[in-house]
Structure formats: structure tokens, C-alpha cells
Nanobody
């Protein structure tokens, strides 16, 4: 059984930092794409960052320059380093993994798209709250 276990959420003041972790278990092969999504109250789930198993990354515009996604293949774990946090980053953050995600071209590289319906494995979510 595939499981994604997130950790690292919490409360922080604006301008602060948090690091989210997502450990995957139950995979016989590493998922091609892993990603972080978030969902704020009353809003749709949106992709934040995605990473291919070769390390290529893709970010939504609102987090570029502030968030960094990384992947430890040996541990089958993906991280999301979040710096310069803003109140609008407040949401439940979800880790997701997928083998048949639609790829996109960004800056000349092939990256994982962030359509939620394309990811077949999801974590339980971790709350991130940023106060002003």
C-alpha cells in the first residue's frame, strides 16, 4: 500500500520559514513526479511546486524565488523549503505523487505539470498558518 506522510507544518509569522517533508513508502519504483499542493478555505486546490525524478522543478508564479522543492531519491522523500512566508500562503499543504502526470515545457526543460487530477497518490495534509 502506497503511503505519503507529510510533516513540518505549523504556525509562523510573516517573513518566517518552514520546511515540509513528505516520505513515500510502498513504492516498488520511484514515482516520476512528486509535488506539493495547497488548499485554503473556500478555494480550490492549487499546485505549488513539482519535481521530476531527474530533479527538474516547476513552481507556480506566486512562490517563485521563495519556495524550493527538492527530492532525496535514496530516502524517497520530497521537501518544500518555504522562505519569506506571507499570510496568503496559509493553507493545508498536500504532498502528491504520480506516474502518469502530463509533462510541461518550462525554460527549455521538461517538468511535471500540476493538475491535481493527474496525481494518483496523496498525503493527509499538513496545516501551514502565516500570521501578519
Amino acid at each position: 500500500q502506497v503511503q505519503l506522510l507529510e510533516s513540518g507544518g505549523g504556525s509562523v509569522q510573516a517573513g518566517g520559514s518552514l520546511r515540509l517533508s513528505c516520505a513515500a513508502s510502498g513504492y516498488t519504483d520511484r514515482a516520476k513526479c512528486m509535488a506539493w499542493f495547497r488548499q485554503a478555505p473556500g478555494k480550490e486546490r492549487e499546485g505549488v511546486a513539482a519535481i521530476v525524478n531527474d530533479g527538474t522543478t516547476y513552481y507556480t508564479d506566486s512562490v517563485k524565488g521563495r519556495f524550493t522543492i527538492s527530492r532525496d531519491g535514496a530516502k524517497n522523500t520530497v521537501y518544500l523549503q518555504m522562505n519569506s512566508l506571507k499570510p496568503e500562503d496559509t493553507a493545508v499543504y498536500y504532498c502528491a505523487a504520480g506516474d502518469r502526470v502530463k509533462m510541461v515545457v518550462t525554460n527549455g526543460a521538461i517538468a511535471c505539470g500540476m493538475g491535481p487530477h493527474e496525481y494518483n497518490y496523496w498525503g493527509q495534509g499538513t496545516q501551514v498558518t502565516v500570521s501578519s
